[in-house]
């Protein structure tokens, strides 16, 4: 089993940063990759970014490449997502998801909300 917990929610203007972390216990040697997944007011859930544990390696969606670094610190279990350059666009529940061998857990959410 794992357990998140997202931090570091919102609300900003839009152009602004932001940043989110995410704290990981339980079983992490399970854990092949760790990222952020969103949902919009209104829409479905949609993957943002992914971080692959032991080698760091990132992907984005195409919507927020260039604006959002996401990093992993495995010494302290931690997940985190910068965001730049914040869009009204990218308001929303922001969660913390870990890739356990074949199944995946989730964080509560994050609400973050960027003002026009």
């Known amino acids: 089993q794992v357990h998140l917990v997202e931090s570091g929610g919102g609300l900003v203007q839009a152009g602004a940063s932001l940043s989110l972390s995410c704290a990981v216990s339980g079983d992490t040697i399970g854990i092949t990759g760790m990222g952020w997944y969103r949902q919009p007011p209104g829409k479905e859930r949609e993957w943002v970014a992914t971080?692959?544990?032991?080698?760091?390696?990132?992907n984005y969606a195409d919507s927020v490449k260039g604006r959002f670094t996401v990093s992993r610190d495995n010494d302290k279990n931690m997940v985190f997502l910068q965001m730049n350059s914040l869009r009204p666009e990218d308001t929303g529940v922001y969660y913390c998801?870990?890739?356990?061998?074949?199944?995946?857990?989730w964080g509560q959410g994050t609400q973050v909300t960027v003002s026009s």
């Open positions: 971080v692959i544990r032991y080698n760091g390696r990132e």
């Open positions: 998801y870990a890739s356990y061998y074949t199944t995946e857990f």
